[in-house]
């Protein structure tokens, strides 16, 4: 158990900051990166996952493990834009619903999509989407 190196107060290894002053801890242990208990494949896979993959592709995008892992990456901007697609279905075609059975087609496909992905990504296969790609590409290298 390490100490304070102000106050002398104990603090938890990881601990950024001591409880009791404040003080910065210089040799703290930094906080595991939570994407880092992911493989590349599997965290690339979970940014599949229908309605919540967007969720793990914040956390991909956001976390250090994944920042130069332009595959894994790929994947997360492809599930976000995926999942907008969806959003963009419900919010856009559902109030044009009356002019035919669209909203449901366009759901479907999508689903179908995602789980295509999945599949697609599990075998470790890197499959660019028409436009939803093209949009995770220039999102890359921005
Ligand atoms: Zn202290």
Redesign the pocket.
């Known amino acids: 158990m390490p100490y304070?190196c102000?106050?002398g107060?104990q603090v938890a290894e990881t601990d950024q900051f001591?409880a009791?002053?404040?003080?910065r801890q210089v040799g703290a242990r930094p906080v595991t990166d939570f994407a880092a208990s992911f493989s590349p494949r599997t965290a690339s896979v979970l940014c599949y996952l229908p309605w919540i993959g967007w969720v793990a592709a914040i956390v991909v995008l956001a976390s250090n493990t994944f920042r130069n892992n332009r595959t894994v990456r790929f994947h997360a901007f492809q599930g976000l834009y995926l999942f907008v697609a969806w959003l963009l279905v419900q919010w856009v075609f559902k109030p044009l619903s009356f002019l035919g059975p669209g909203t449901p087609i366009l759901q479907l496909a999508i689903l179908a999509v995602w789980i295509f992905m999945i599949i697609k990504t599990s075998q470790e296969q890197v499959y660019s989407l028409p436009v939803i790609g093209e949009l995770a590409e220039k999102s890359l290298s921005e």
């Open positions: 304070c102000r106050c107060n001591c009791r002053c404040g003080a």
